[in-house]
Structure formats: C-alpha cells, structure tokens
Nanobody, 115 residues
Framework: QVQLVESGGGLVQAGESLRLSCAAS????????IGWYRQAPGKQREWVAT???????TYADTVKGRFTISTNNAKNTVYLQMNSLKPEDTAVYYC?????????WGQGTQVTVSS
C-alpha cells in the first residue's frame, strides 16, 4: 500500500505562483512514477504532469512552460511548481502514484486562481 498526502493549495491571483507537495509513504519502492492530475468543477479529471522513477518528466500542453514537476527522493516527496497561474488552472489537484498493479490517489488540494 502507498499513502499520498497533498498540500500547498490555496487562493492566489492570476500571474502568481504556488508549489504543491505530494508526500508518499508505505510501499514507495513499488512506485514507477508520480503524476499530478486536476479536476475543475463540472469537468473530468485531467492529467497535468508526470515524473518517472528515472526522473523523466512530461507535461500536458496546457501547463508546459509554466509548471515544473520535481522530486526529493530523500523525503519521498514530489512537487508541482506552478507559475504564471491562470483562472483556468482553478481545480482540485491530485497526485497519483503509479505501480505495476494499481494507481494510488491522494485526497486532493484545492487551487483557486482569481482574475
């Protein structure tokens, strides 16, 4: 089992920055990668970014150049640095740990960007 706890969400104005954290515990050796997803009101959950166990990063086109995913392996924590935030970035952000057998989800953290 893997447990994930997100933090760092909040209310910011357009153009500002936030850094989200995803702290993993439990059977972290089984994780092949960590992804960030988001879900806006009335919309489906969408993928934002992923970092593999080898450090390879990928981003959705909507956030490329503004968001950066990184990891601190010593702390079993993955970060999502979000710059130049836009109102359309408003959503609940979730991290997900990807293993061979299943995907684990955190409880989510709310990000609200005002115009």
């Amino acid at each position: 089992q893997v447990q994930l706890v997100e933090s760092g969400g909040g209310l910011v104005q357009a153009g500002e920055s936030l850094r989200l954290s995803c702290a993993a515990s439990g059977s972290t050796f089984s994780i092949n990668g960590i992804g960030w997803y988001r879900q806006a009101p009335g919309k489906q959950r969408e993928w934002v970014a992923t970092i593999s166990s080898g450090g390879t990063t990928t981003y959705a086109d909507t956030v490329k150049g503004r968001f950066t995913i990184s990891t601190n392996n010593a702390k079993n924590t993955v970060y999502l640095q979000m710059n130049s935030l836009k109102p359309e970035d408003t959503a609940v952000y979730y991290c997900a740990a990807l293993s061979v057998t299943r995907t684990y989800w955190g409880q989510g953290t709310q990000v609200t960007v005002s115009s």
